[in-house]
């Protein structure tokens, strides 16, 4: 059996661009990728904006809670993408990181937050097609 690659999207609050992800991630992967998300600073619940503009798509993340980042989380992911949480994410040897620049959603209207979600939607796909490549036909 393959490897399953395990993804950590990381940012401050772990309330929006991060929790973004992985939900995209979860919803576009079909069990293909493990994915977590954590955050740097935690709030205390997801931006409000940011499960409306994920709603509109179909994907529902109202049930999920902004976690602290651990370093048993990043220790056990292949893939740790941050986004806007600087030196915070320590360094692991043997984990592939990446950093995408994104705009916070906090406090942004719907429109803006439906930009950032898009965006984030465009790199998810990539990296899927990255980690779990499509069968050659």
């Not at 973004?20 to 493990?34: E, K, N, P, V, Y």
């Not at 709030?43 to 179909?58: D, H, K, Q, S, Y």
């Not at 990446?98 to 939607?121: A, F, K, M």
Request: proline fraction near 8%; hydrophobic fraction near 45%; charge should be negative.
């Amino acid at each position: 059996m393959a490897h399953k690659p395990s993804v950590l999207f990381v940012c401050v609050h772990n309330a929006g661009r991060s929790q973004m992800a992985a939900g995209l991630l979860t919803a576009l992967a079909d069990d293909r990728i493990d994915v977590r998300s954590a955050g740097s600073a935690p709030a205390e619940r997801l931006n409000p904006t940011v499960v409306e503009a994920m709603a509109e798509i179909g994907i529902d993340i109202s049930g999920q809670t902004p976690k602290p980042l651990t370093m048993d989380a990043i220790g056990i992911s292949d893939v740790v993408v941050t986004m806007g949480c600087g030196d915070a994410c320590p360094y692991f040897p043997g984990i592939s990181y990446r950093d995408w620049v994104l705009p916070d959603p906090s406090e942004q209207t719907l429109d803006v937050v439906r930009t950032i979600r898009d965006r984030i939607r465009i790199l998810v796909e990539n990296l899927i097609a990255e980690l779990v490549p499509a069968p050659a036909r």
